[in-house]
């Protein structure tokens, strides 16, 4: 785990500004791929993508399986504004993802697609994934693999820089943890589609 950007500039205004920017942009295939690939262990039950912003990965889920209860949660209020409109079927809830207002164990399963690498509290974030998710139930995170330089994917919004093992140390004390990776042939020609880790934990029981 390595700190790759000191200045912060993962504010509301900043991600206001891109929301706005990408308003008319189609969702690249290599997300959709991940989102659902994120979601391969889902089979129902209530379910939360913290750090949402506008992912498709909640509509997926509630599509799969309309009978679940699917929240996403974001800090960005028109972010929320936005996705309630467009997907308004899921529960979408502004919030804090260090601080939740969900019970101890209420989760069955939690996403938190790129989202890791812009916290300044890596660690202060997975003790709230892991109380709120129940014993038995799977949380999953996607970030980039071992990206070194500042900038090299998401300019400087991304703080910190992962490989496999920095994420099964830092899920193994929560539970079974299950690493792979998601190679892209477009890198570097595409930046976005950086090689990705993806980190999958099944709470201890």
């Known amino acids: 785990m390595q700190r790759i950007t000191d200045k912060n500039i993962n504010t509301q205004e900043e991600y206001k500004r891109i929301l706005e920017s990408r308003r008319n942009s189609k969702y690249s295939s290599f997300d959709i791929k991940r989102w659902k690939r ?16 506008d992912s498709l990965l909640p509509t997926f889920a509630k599509d799969w399986y309309p009978e679940s209860i699917v929240y996403g949660l974001d800090f960005v209020d028109d972010v929320i504004e936005q996705m309630k409109k467009i997907e308004p079927v899921v529960n979408y809830v502004r919030g804090n993802v ?4 969900f019970q101890d164990n209420y989760f069955d399963y939690i996403t938190a697609g ?3 690498e812009h916290l300044e509290k890596p660690y202060e974030f997975l003790k709230e994934v892991f109380r709120i998710l129940k014993p038995g139930g799977i949380f999953v995170l996607s970030t980039p693999l071992e990206e070194t330089k500042k900038g090299e994917v998401d300019k400087e919004r991304h703080l910190w820089s992962f490989d496999k093992k920095d994420i099964f140390r830092m899920l193994k004390p929560y539970g079974y943890v299950k690493i792979e990776t998601m190679g892209s042939n477009y890198f570097p020609i595409y930046k976005y589609h ?7 934990c099944q709470k201890a029981g």
């Not at 260090?98 to 207002?101: A, E, F, V």
């Not at 950086?194 to 999958?200: A, E, H, M």
Request: glycine share 14%; aromatic share 24%; proline share 3%.
């Open 98 to 101: 260090y601080h939740t207002y």
């Open 38 to 53: 994120m979601l391969k262990h889902f089979r129902g039950g209530i379910l939360i993508d913290l750090g949402c912003f």
């Open 194 to 200: 950086f090689p990705y880790i993806l980190g999958f």
């Open 114 to 116: 790129e989202l890791v």
